[in-house]
């Protein structure tokens, strides 16, 4: 497994367009098989390196990128039984686990995105109004 990081460095070309950088690392592990004769699992790590352009719309709530970058992938799959203790980063602790595929090719990405953000704002609290005591 790998620990997800992500890391987003840009510059404003004007108040609505920004060029930027960004680095977005994931993985995760998912069965491929469901009988129990041969049971696999797939491990997926993917670190993506990209540059862009975005612009954004409304109030900068809308905002649209055209990315373009290299893509590491791995694909790996293992016996079911064989796990790893654990993974920091690239630090495999308790690799004894035997590769069932090739290693897949890493690639070029283009992408578009359209990302909108919701304007959250504090909730203001209301103080509490007294009420008039009558007594009779």
Known sequence: MVIPNDANLNYGLTDKTKIGIDY????????????????TYVENNTLEFSSYLQHSLFNKNL?????MGYALNRYEVYPIDQKL?????VL???????????DLSSTVFFKMEAIYR???KPVKILE???LPLNFK
Do not use: C, M, Y
């Open 85 to 89: 203790d654990a993974e920091i980063l």
């Open 92 to 102: 495999r602790i308790g690799q004894t686990r035997t590769l069932l595929n090739k």
């Open 63 to 67: 905002l649209f990128r055209v990315k």
């Open 24 to 39: 977005l690392g994931h993985g995760n592990s998912f069965r491929l098989t469901t009988d129990n004769i041969r049971s």
């Open 118 to 120: 919701f304007d959250i």
């Open 128 to 130: 509490p109004v007294p």
